[in-house]
């Protein structure tokens, strides 16, 4: 049997999840749920993408992914199933498909067309959960709508080289529970316009000269533990997804703050990466 994630902005104040949930049992009493976050910030797509386009892959193949962020249905919104990679992902077509697909390309993608009432003002239960269960017990894409090819892009969020590789500029697009900022910068990205050559990351008026590979690797084990200071020192690196992220060692937004409270920085500040010709 199928895995069906869930990747919302519901939140878990409101009934909402519970409500998605119990219409999928409902009809596949033995499913897999597996929620992703419910957390997005509301309407905030290019969040919603971060957190599923590095979740997904971890799931085995054909697992269905229900995204349920700034769904509703209107003359300029489809709702949408896409096969991409061996997985499914339902969603509507406000931007979120077309970042997960930047370097894969769909195998499928489906305008769904099984509505009861186009005006319905909660489509991830009423309209995407059918589809998913639909997608679990085996059932075929075409079944369910009709072939799509006009997916909503999102280019503002995208970073951008200079003509003489000198510069990248990207943005902040992800605060994580710790605080920590993660850019829209990859390490591939950097490691090929660079061709070997040094670099610096500015962000805001912080400058770093180096980037680390983990957020434990600038620490000198060699030196006494008393001797150590290094909660809250600055530092970049490329995290888990291989994304640059600027973070503050061992911090909390529970207790001292991370690093988007402490250093000022906010979603979609911007941040460059500057080479330097070799010597």
Do not use: W
């Amino acid at each position: 049997m199928a895995i069906i994630t869930l990747t919302t902005d519901f939140g878990l104040k409101d009934h909402y999840v519970a409500s998605v949930k119990g219409t999928i049992y409902s009809e596949i009493p033995e499913i897999t749920i597996v929620d992703v976050s419910h957390k997005v910030t509301p309407f905030n797509y290019n969040e919603a993408s971060y957190i599923i386009k590095n979740a997904y892959h971890n799931f085995p193949k054909g697992t269905i992914h229900i995204i349920g962020v700034d769904s509703e249905l209107n003359s300029e919104t489809q709702h949408l199933a896409m096969l991409l990679d061996g997985h499914y992902f339902i969603c509507a077509n406000n931007g979120i498909l077309s970042i997960l697909n930047t370097t894969k390309h769909p195998e499928k993608v489906i305008e769904i067309t099984t509505h009861q009432n186009p005006h319905d003002n909660f489509p991830v239960k009423t309209v995407f959960t059918k589809v998913a269960c639909h997608l679990a017990r085996g059932g075929n894409l075409a079944v369910i709508g009709r072939p799509f090819n006009n997916l909503k892009e999102v280019t503002n969020m995208m970073p951008v080289v200079n003509p003489d590789e000198t510069i990248i500029v990207g943005h902040i697009q992800y605060i994580d529970n710790y605080g920590n900022i993660i850019t829209n910068v990859s390490k591939e990205l950097i490691t090929r316009i660079a061709k070997g050559r040094k670099f610096k990351v500015t962000v805001r008026n912080f400058v770093f000269d180096t980037v680390y590979n983990s957020y434990g690797e600038f620490v000198n084990y060699d030196s006494p533990k008393e001797k150590r200071v290094h909660e809250g020192k600055k530092i970049a690196l490329y995290n888990s997804n291989n994304h640059l992220e600027i973070a503050l060692y061992k911090s909390s937004l529970e207790t001292a703050g991370g690093a988007s409270t402490l250093l000022g920085i906010s979603y979609r500040d911007s941040v460059s990466v500057t080479f330097f010709e070799k010597e």
